[in-house]
């Protein structure tokens, strides 16, 4: 019995994204925001799913298997370009939207998974969050 609980851990670890080689795998798709946080100079900001539909604010990250990804903004986070396409890179458990022309204007975040939902996390270099927002897979148009 023990060892059958073990070796269910093991196995369930082994499919995560903890798992270096595996976490590639699950970023592919297109991701919607839905929430985020932003911390102003006076307070943390909590936009929800409602919010950013009654302010006609929308975040919508594809990345591509090719290490490609187009991203779509129309959001108030001035980290955010309207428009944007490049590659992305991974290293452990950091994202990286890479610049092809500049690479001070690369994007840095900190991501996981939870619950299905990709997370991403960008503080600046004092600990301030500027961007911290939860993004669900876009269905596909079909």
Partial sequence: MFKQSILSK?????????????VAKK????WQLF???????????HIQESDLAQSNEALLIDFLPQ???C???????????????GVWSV??????LVDAKDFRNNIEFQFAFG??????????KFGKIEFFGFFKPQKSKS
Avoid: H, M
């Avoid at 369930?12 to 595996?22: H, K, M, Q, T, Y």
């Avoid at 929430?35 to 900001?45: F, G, N």
């Avoid at 986070?77 to 944007?84: C, M, N, Q, S």
């Avoid at 619950?115 to 600046?124: E, I, P, R």
């Fill in 10 to 22: 093991i196995y369930s670890w082994l499919c995560s994204p903890e798992v270096f080689g595996r």
């Fill in 71 to 85: 991203l779509t903004a129309k959001i108030s986070v001035p980290i955010f370009p309207t428009e944007r396409k």
């Fill in 27 to 30: 970023i592919p798709g297109s």
């Fill in 115 to 124: 619950k299905g939902n990709l997370k991403l996390l960008k503080k600046d």
């Fill in 91 to 96: 290293n452990r458990n950091f994202i990286t």
């Fill in 35 to 45: 929430e985020y946080y932003r911390d102003t100079e006076d307070e943390l900001v």
């Fill in 67 to 69: 290490n490609e990804f």
